[in-house]
């Protein structure tokens, strides 16, 4: 059975420092990988997917890597800003693609003004 | 593109009744997903429909169910509502496998 860990729970971030978001998966028979950002009461906005042949991707301030073979992705944030305070999660979908995604906890970031 | 659609956004139900929540996914997309979250569990996948047919399933109680139509619109119903079925409820569709979800807003259930 697959499990997915987010490490730290939850981080503060004074402005402008970049950091690093960690996800750890158990099965290394992953599909794809997606980070996900979560702000309070409201749905999931898709960031990155990275597949389970791709090492990493980048969008803007953000770039996912991933490392099949350690179980892991990491999602770094250059230059965080306010906006950028949410939850941030991370999801697998096993291989074979079917739809039976499994979803860490998230990591609740706050970046201080 | 209009995004995925969900209705109601906030429902109070007592325990014992049933509920029936709906999703419409983004046009041309196929499959639906369904998703509860809650606190201390976080996000468990319910189940999922591509083309009307369940293709998965996740472990939950036979009082929750779905289906999905021909137009790919999605329903999910508990039934025998229980406290602990109060959460975030989220549906997620995607144009083919392996792609990128998109989720709905959500509909927030509350059982007193």
């Known amino acids: 059975k697959q499990e997915v860990t987010q490490i730290p729970a939850a981080l503060s971030v004074p402005e402008g420092e970049n950091l690093v978001l960690n996800c750890s998966f158990t099965?290394?028979?992953?599909?794809?990988l997606q980070w996900f950002r979560q702000d309070p009461g409201k749905g999931l906005t898709s960031l990155l997917l990275i597949q389970s042949s791709q090492r990493e991707q980048t969008s803007g301030r953000l770039n996912a890597s991933l490392d099949k073979s350690s179980g892991r992705s990491t999602l770094y944030i250059a230059a965080s800003q306010p906006g950028d305070s949410a939850t941030y999660l991370c999801?697998?979908?096993?291989?074979?693609?079917?739809?039976?995604?499994?979803f860490g906890i998230g990591t609740k970031l706050q970046v201080i003004p | 593109k209009a995004g995925v659609t969900q209705t109601p956004r906030y429902l109070i139900k007592t325990r014992g009744q049933q509920v029936t929540l709906s999703c419409s996914p983004i046009?041309?997309?196929?499959?639906v997903s369904w998703y509860q979250q809650t606190p201390g569990q976080g996000l468990q996948f319910l189940f999922e429909y591509f083309s009307e047919t369940q293709r998965n399933k996740g472990n939950f109680p036979g009082r929750f169910s779905g289906r999905q139509f021909s137009n790919s619109r999605s329903e999910m119903n508990v039934s025998t509502l229980e406290l602990g079925d109060s959460a975030l409820y989220l549906c997620a569709s995607l144009a083919g496998t392996g792609e990128t979800q998109y989720f709905g807003p959500g509909t927030r259930l509350l059982v007193l």
């Open positions: 046009s041309g997309h196929r499959s």
């Open positions: 999801a697998v979908t096993p291989d074979g693609g079917y739809q039976k995604v499994t």
């Open positions: 099965d290394s028979a992953i599909y794809n």
